[in-house]
């Protein structure tokens, strides 16, 4: 939620407090509120990696990987918040002026958290299905690959063939055609099992053991995705 309201805004600031995450796979819907404008507009296959697996990124990584526009550390956001409503009348360029100099102040050298295996990241989620990223995982056989697959095998095959179909569409879509499909794909997932399983076992009991329906991704159909990206008429989304 918090991510879905501050992300879309022209300035994104982050503090070493920030936690970033899209854990949607886990319970078995898909990164919504325009997860599907900006994910698949971060660097290499980033956005598609966090899509799926529901990695956290925290603090100055939020920064680091596109997400954010700048890094302030906690104590000084007080003082940036006096300051930005001291500005009177501001331009855009009045206010990325002001965050900078809050934000060159706090930069340092640390390396991106996924900084060593993005190269991984963006060849092997290079693909055109899950099926086949979950192949390439099994072929690369490294302790990261291999960790990852363990991840991606927990989460909702119905969701990640959504959301990987959900990235690769809104790469090319507005923000307003987004969201309209978001809307339809919500709605799917209201009508289908896994959502209502996924908050069960995450949320209600916490037992952490889903029974997803389909359990596998080969039994999630062509014809059953196409359904869920389908227009709803009269019930369409309206912006």
Known sequence: QGVGLSVHGHF???TEKTLFAMPETGIGL?????????????KGKLGLY????????????????GIATHFVTSEKIPDLERDLVSLKS???EDVAELLNSYHF????????????????INRLFKTNSVEEILQNLKQDASPFALQLLETLKKMSPTSMKITFQQLEEGA??????????????????????????????????????PKWKPATLEEVTEEYLTSCFKPLGNKELKL
Request: include cysteine; proline fraction near 3%.
């Open 12 to 14: 994104r600031v982050a």
């Open 30 to 42: 898909f990164p919504d509120v325009g997860g599907g404008f900006f994910l698949p507009r971060l």
């Open 50 to 65: 966090l899509a799926l697996t529901g990695f956290r990124i925290k603090g100055r990584d939020v920064h680091q990987a």
């Open 90 to 92: 501001p331009s855009k």
């Open 105 to 120: 102040k706090c930069k340092s050298d640390d390396k991106f958290v996924l900084a060593e295996h993005m190269d991984k």
């Open 172 to 209: 090319t879509k507005n923000l307003s055609e987004v969201l309209v499909m978001e809307y339809r794909l919500s709605q799917a997932c209201m009508r289908g099992h896994d959502f209502y399983e996924g908050v069960r076992a995450v949320l209600v009991d916490k037992d952490q053991s």
